[in-house]
């Protein structure tokens, strides 16, 4: 536990009369990672992040950060840590120069004008430094608001949900920006729904669902152990494709229209491709997917998950 940068025990947060947010989560995060909270809304990923950053009294257990209890004793950790909320919004009426001047004055610091610029070059700002933070776009604001938290240089990062809302450009601008953050070696925790976000960057993912972790590891062995690494999928071969698959005893789903079979090791794939050429069906195409987070959620969920919903 001392090698660890943050440590959860048993930790729950409840609420009257019978909500429990957050139920019994335990988890432990060596420096140097992103580990990602994945879940849809309403999992409990910000609740726990909320009382990691002093904001809220968990009813239960422990939250330790650098050994310190996050919940009682904050300030000590304040210098250390660094938060972009949920629903960061920048002061509208600042240029991001003087957002970053004044933030850094809110941690007693005086910050040079070489070191505003090195931070809004880091984020890919620095063209934007005399925009009125009200012009930039969503994703700009986020970078914004990943500068600002990082003024104080932390040692630990929350990020919750950062990307939410952004067009895929941003979203990967964003990526790239974490992964580089990461490459400095400050510990990440990262907040999201999207499964290709938490699979892209993180090192380490846990699966919340109605305030408790399901699973969790390294997205790679989620995907071996919990679905089958690979898929052939056959385009447009339809029940018919799924009927003449169970006949012939090859396992098979349908799924809109198309037909999945999965081989479990990839040395048999040369084989399934065989059998299925020798069948006569009617197909648009034919392709091999490797399996993601996104069939390990379903496995372990028994949903899909579109913008943090679950499906039905």
């Known amino acids: 536990m001392a090698d660890n940068v943050v440590h959860v025990e048993n930790l729950s947060k409840h609420y009257p009369p019978d909500i429990k947010a957050v139920d019994g989560v335990s988890f432990s995060i060596p420096s140097g990672v992103v580990f990602s909270l994945l879940g849809p809304n309403g999992a409990g990923k ?24 996050a919940s009682k004793d904050y300030a000590k950790l304040r210098d250390r840590v660094g938060i972009l909320p949920q629903n960061f919004e920048p002061f509208d009426m600042l240029k991001p120069s003087e957002a970053i001047e004044y933030w850094a004055s809110l941690y007693d610091m005086r910050i040079a004008k070489k070191e505003v610029k090195e931070l809004l070059e880091s984020v890919g700002l620095y063209e934007r430094r005399n925009s009125m933070s009200k012009k930039l776009s969503g994703g700009e604001k986020r970078k914004l608001g990943i500068a600002l938290s990082l003024v104080n240089n932390p040692e630990l990062l929350f990020l919750d949900e950062p990307t939410t809302g952004l067009d895929p450009k941003a979203r990967r601008d964003l990526w790239k920006l974490i992964d580089g ?3 400095r070696g400050t510990t990440v925790v990262l907040t999201t729904h999207y499964l290709d976000e938490a699979e892209k960057l993180a090192d380490d993912v846990a699966i919340m669902h109605k305030g408790k972790i399901i699973v969790r590891g390294k997205p790679a062995d989620l995907v071996s152990k919990y679905s089958k690494m690979t898929v052939v999928v056959l385009v447009g071969a339809g029940k018919e494709g799924l009927s003449e698959m169970m006949r012939r005893g090859i396992p098979a789903t349908e799924e809109n229209g198309d037909v999945l079979v999965p081989v479990s090791d990839p040395a048999e794939m040369r084989i399934v491709l065989a059998k299925l050429a020798s069948i006569q069906l009617k197909v648009k195409d034919m392709y091999t997917r490797r399996q993601t987070l996104e069939d390990v959620f379903l496995n372990v969920v028994g949903a899909k998950m579109d913008e943090g919903v679950l499906g039905q």
Do not use: C, H, M, W
């Not at 726990?48 to 330790?64: F, H, K």
């Open 181 to 183: 953050i990461r490459g």
């Open 46 to 69: 910000t609740t726990v992040v909320e009382i990691l950053e002093g904001l809220r009294t968990p009813t239960s257990g422990t939250a330790l950060i650098f050994g310190t209890d």
